[in-house]
Nanobody, 126 residues
Framework: VQLQASGGGLVQPGGSLRLSCAAS????????IAWFRQAPGKEREGISC????????LYADSVQGRFTIWRDFPKNMVYLEMSNLKPEDSAVYYC????????????????????WGQGTQVTVSS
């Protein structure tokens, strides 16, 4: 039972990347999936969530309008499309799963998420 994040890399400012979160051993249909990121020396922050029951989405202010989250149920995958990337977006990105709706108890409350991927590095630099 695991999540695996992939798709990170080095990109120039203003560029785009698509991250993927693959679930195995369980179906994401019953889970809300969130993306978190952690930069060196900083707290892990939640940036986007897609809910289990209705696939509604939430975004942190820092990524609103630049990032898009969506899911592919048949493939058991969740994606994060990142555009207009900035150097401050550089971080290790993690996907995580929770059996609560994104809006329940706060979208990025860490205790809700009981499954975590291993992280993928995103570096935005010229």
């Amino acid at each position: 039972v695991q999540l695996q994040a992939s798709g990170g890399g080095l990109v120039q400012p203003g560029g785009s990347l698509r991250l993927s979160c693959a679930a195995s051993g369980f179906t994401t249909r019953s889970y809300s999936i969130a993306w978190f990121r952690q930069a060196p020396g900083k707290e892990r922050e939640g940036i986007s969530c897609i809910s289990n029951s209705d696939s509604s989405t939430l975004y942190a202010d820092s990524v609103q309008g630049r990032f898009t989250i969506w899911r592919d149920f048949p493939k058991n995958m969740v994606y994060l499309e990142m555009s207009n990337l900035k150097p401050e977006d550089s971080a290790v990105y993690y996907c995580a799963a929770a059996q609560y709706h994104c809006s329940a108890y706060g979208p990025f409350a860490r205790w809700k998420y009981n499954r975590w991927g291993q992280g993928t590095q995103v570096t935005v630099s010229s």
